[in-house]
């Protein structure tokens, strides 16, 4: 008999698991998982495998000891219900699962083409159902949800992939810019602030999607505050090519969808605690399921609290995620979600790093080198308000509305180095420079469809229709001043601390004020015209408004307000698609999408330029096999931009005394890529992608023929596996990979920063059913590299991080 409880306030639920008691208050309740078992089986034989299934389910299993000789399972963890897991555990074995009754199955040799389980007339697949990937154990999904509702990625005529909560606490990513260094085809170079650009194919992204609704993310008055915690995320779904169907404006590079962890049909509690190089620990709670009787309403609470130093001398800090969620079904149909999130973190940060000489050679800098001093500081705190509808008018159509609201601040006090170094050999003299920035940005999106499923005439068809809007404003500051003085190799890190208004009265500062506003209709049509051909086609009209108004001031007076605006009515992106289906486990495709990036340059006339206009072509083969525990793909793409504003030499320098610009600019970004995710063999799971890519101005009246992105590198290549011993050793799970990149060139084109190759690995024991311990160990043979560089004045030139390890901890009680 399967046990089944309903679960009392989360965070009760929680602190009673922290002090390992067990929650007596959980109390049987029939309705809550009459379906639904918690499985924590490992990587065995099957016999094993099918005992333990067994155990937990009361299911007798019939079969044939000759079929079970020398078969390996996968085996299954998660709380799922019995037939989904026996076809998880069948995965590979090419056994057939006939349920005879509610309490007995058989197994037999499957047929070629056949599913995993069988049900009478009914055959139900063995792939992991749905999008959600928490419990399934794999590195792949059945399902994503960026591109509104469900479907396959094989369904998908771009390239799509996705980082599960299985690959992401294997490779023990728990910041984005960790996502982003794993994920097929991004790069990413180090803001001088706390943040990151992020880059696809040569292109920025910077609106990032929250549960499928996307807000913008990296518009700040100086470079980059966009970090996320990925504690509170059960998957990352990255979109690569143009993102303009579902968000309009500036999105040629692509998107990423951050999926929330919501509450599950079942109790559930994991208690982590790390411990790690740099004096790194961190510990979490993560407690989740039913909150009465009937399972109707469900909750979500997670605390994580992680402090550290750092490879560089004085730097560190600490960080403080609080995440809570609850979803509440009013009728079998209709279910409402709720939540809110806390991101907090407090540090002496290296901002702006090291500096380079003239020529831009590497000065060759110890790597614990930091050119801050002692007062350092960096607070910011961002808090996420959520809310979603979905309401299920039938099995094929359903209505979903979500909205977001996010409230940033970020503010710093810190010492930092300006100017190169003339030539080698010569003193290290610099300039100080210190900073004061007080950055706090509203973000705000909503999101309404309506999508389902008919036939007309015979063709299958599927319909999404939507609306969404985003809105950005911030109010920023900053006050700077630079003193000469400094030696790069002998850095005084107890000058005197200034405030904003000293600086600004000793140098120089700026107000600025963005307000960035965007709304949209979308609609996409999928209809299968053949039996193997499915065409996809569909549009957005955009509306958008962009201002921008700055207020610099130098020694303690401001200048006027200076301002830029543009605005976009009514801008059609089309999209179309064919997607061939080979067989049932391949398919070809190709796709067409159409993206726009407003303006504010001016013509010699005063006229802004027309939008940046971008044209992708993608082509591609995409394979479910496995029953779907496996995705590869490959797919070769082109996408051409025009209308780039380039300095109008031949007129006037009236343009805020300087050259006005004209829309004859042309750049091009092509390349391919392959990529494998899931179980390529019983218990041995496999992420994998290759990435060539191009940039170039085709024409540019200073830069035509040379790279235009500087920080996308033309070669990528992306391995991780993850392997569960067999036999006596399945509580043994041993894992390594590597990410590697050919050279990139510095943001002002006068030097290389040379290419890299990193292997990580990870070992993992179940100590029994409650307790698991791992250790990761990153950087295995110490590769000394830098990120991405800007420049050799400005310095912003990072060392990458050195060898280190992490060990984890798991505690996770059975109910």
């Known amino acids: 008999m399967a046990h089944r409880f309903a679960a009392r306030p989360l965070l009760a639920l929680a602190i009673s698991m922290a002090c390992s008691t067990a929650p007596l208050y959980l109390q049987a309740a029939e309705t809550v998982q009459a379906q639904t078992y918690r499985f924590d089986i490992p990587g065995q034989s099957l016999d094993g495998a099918l005992a333990a299934f067994s155990a937990v389910t009361r299911v007798q299993v019939l079969v044939s000891g000759e079929l079970t000789q020398g078969v390996v399972s996968p085996g299954v963890k998660g709380n799922l219900g019995q037939r989904e897991a026996l076809g998880l555990l069948l995965g590979g074995t090419g056994l057939n699962a006939a349920f005879i009754n509610a309490d007995t199955v058989t197994l037999e040799k499957r047929l070629a083409g056949g599913s995993a389980i069988e049900v009478g007339a009914t055959t139900i697949s063995a792939e992991h159902l749905g999008a959600t990937t928490e419990g399934s154990g794999s590195y792949t999904t059945g399902a994503v949800t960026l591109g509104k509702g469900e479907q396959k990625l094989k369904d998908i005529p771009q390239s799509v992939s996705v980082m599960t909560r299985k690959q992401m606490d294997d490779q023990n990513t728990t910041k984005l810019s960790e996502v982003v260094k794993r994920t097929p085809g991004l790069t990413a170079t180090k803001s001088p602030g706390p943040g990151m650009f992020i880059f696809s194919r040569g292109f920025e992204i910077g609106t990032l999607q929250y549960d499928g609704v996307g807000i913008p993310r990296n518009t700040y008055a100086l470079g980059s505050y966009l970090t996320e915690n990925m504690a509170i995320y059960d998957r990352v779904e990255t979109l690569r090519g143009p993102a303009a169907l579902l968000q309009g404006a500036n999105s040629p590079g692509g998107t990423m969808n951050l999926v929330r ?459 991780w596996g993850d392997y569960q011993l067999p036999g006596d050793w399945a509580k043994v799970s041993v894992g390594a990979g590597v990410t590697a990149q050919s050279s990139t060139v510095a943001y002002d084109r006068n030097f290389s920063v040379p290419g890299n190759a990193l292997w990580d690995s990870r070992v993992a024991y179940r100590i029994n059913q409650a307790f698991s311990v791992a250790a990761n160990l990153n950087n295995v043979f110490d590769k000394k590299y830098y990120v991405p560089a800007y420049n050799a004045t400005w310095g912003s030139n990072y060392y990458g991080d050195p060898r280190n390890v992490m060990l984890t901890l798991t505690y996770t009680p059975q109910f």
């Open 261 to 719: 962890k919501r509450g599950q049909q079942a109790p559930t509690v994991t208690i982590t605690a790390k411990a790690g190089s740099w004096d790194h620990y961190g510990t979490q709670v993560d407690a989740g399921g039913p909150l009465n009787a009937e399972g109707t309403l469900r909750g979500r609470f997670v605390a994580d609290y992680d402090t550290t130093d750092s490879f560089v001398d004085y730097a560190g800090g600490w960080n403080q995620t609080v995440y809570a969620a609850v979803d509440y079904d009013f009728t079998p149909d209709t279910t409402v979600g709720v939540g809110i999130s806390n991101q907090k973190g407090h540090s002496r940060p290296n901002f702006m790093s090291l500096p380079r000489y003239a020529n831009g050679n590497d000065i060759g800098l110890s790597r614990s080198t930091f050119v801050g001093a002692s007062w350092n500081r960096a607070v910011n705190n961002q808090t996420q308000v959520f809310a979603d509808l979905e309401h299920r008018f039938n099995d094929d159509w359903k209505l979903k509305a979500a909205l977001v609201a996010m409230d940033e601040h970020n503010d710093a006090t810190y010492q930092a180095t300006w100017d190169a170094i003339p030539n080698p050999g010569t003193a290290g003299n610099v300039r100080y420079v210190d900073w004061v920035t007080d950055f706090n940005t509203k973000s705000r999106g909503v999101d309404v469809y309506v999508n389902g499923n008919f036939e007309t005439l015979g063709f299958p068809q599927e319909l999404v229709l939507g609306a969404n809007y985003s809105k950005l404003t911030t109010r920023d500051l900053y006050a700077r001043d630079a003193t000469d003085g400094a030696d790069i190799f002998n850095i005084d890190h107890n000058r005197p601390q200034r405030d904003k208004y000293q600086l600004f009265q000793d140098g120089s500062g700026a107000k600025s004020w963005y307000d960035v506003r965007q709304k949209g209709i979308y609609g996409t049509w999928r209809v299968k015209v053949l039996d193997p051909l499915t065409l996809i086609v569909g549009a957005r009209t955009s509306w958008y408004d962009f201002a921008y108004t700055d207020q610099s001031g130098f020694q303690g007076v401001y200048d006027d307000p200076t301002r830029s605006t543009t605005q976009t009515t009514g801008r059609v992106t089309p999209y179309a698609g064919l997607v061939y289906e080979l067989n049932p486990q391949w398919s070809a495709y190709a796709s067409y999408a159409d993206a726009f990036e407003p303006q504010t340059n001016q013509t010699t006339s005063g006229a802004l330029l027309k939008p940046i206009e971008g044209k992708n072509y993608e082509v591609g083969f995409k394979g479910e096999l496995a029953d779907g525990r496996l995705n590869t793909s490959f797919a070769i793409f082109r996408y051409d931009q025009e209308n780039r504003a380039v300095q109008d030499l031949q007129g006037p320098m009236n343009c805020g005394g300087w050259y006005c610009s004209v829309a004859s600019g042309k750049v091009r970004s092509q390349g391919f890529e392959a990529t494998l995710s899931g179980e390529v063999l019983p218990g041995l799971q496999l992420v994998s992608s290759y990435t060539y890519n191009t940039t170039k101005f085709l024409k540019d009246n200073t830069y035509e023929g040379k790279i235009f992105s500087t920080w996308t590198p033309r070669h990528q290549l992306k391995v």
